[in-house]
């Protein structure tokens, strides 16, 4: 079982940054492909980022690409979203999430634990 804790989430104005993170506990993570979805209001569920085990290869929706940047650190268990140039349309509630398989599996909801979520909200 691996539970995931994001943190991170506020309200910010457009053009600024944040940085999310999310604590897994376990011994496991570095068996964990990791990424970040996110949920508009009024919209579904969306793939924002996912990183590989190793965090040597990570995908970006074409939305975020250049401006968002995914990375890990197994020893303290922990994945970052590094956020700059925000936009309106980045406010949603932020996801991790934890897959077995690969960083392109999780992509397409290959997942196997979900963090419960911290809200982003960019003003204009």
């Known amino acids: 079982q691996v539970q995931l804790v994001e943190s991170g989430g506020g309200l910010v104005q457009a053009g600024g940054s944040l940085r999310l993170s999310c604590a897994a506990s376990g011994r496991t993570f570095s068996s964990y492909a990791m990424g970040w979805f996110r949920r508009a209001p009024g919209k579904e569920r969306e793939f924002v980022s996912a990183i590989s085990r190793s965090g040597g290869s990570t995908i970006y929706a074409d939305s975020v690409k250049g401006r968002f940047t995914i990375s890990r650190d197994n020893a303290k268990n922990t994945v970052y979203l590094q956020m700059n140039s925000l936009k309106r349309d980045d406010t949603a509630v932020y996801y991790c999430?934890?897959?077995?398989?690969?960083?392109?599996?999780?992509?397409?909801?290959?997942?196997?634990?979900w963090g419960q979520g911290t809200q982003v909200t960019v003003s204009s």
């Open positions: 999430a934890a897959g077995l398989g690969s960083e392109y599996d999780l992509r397409y909801q290959g997942i196997n634990y």
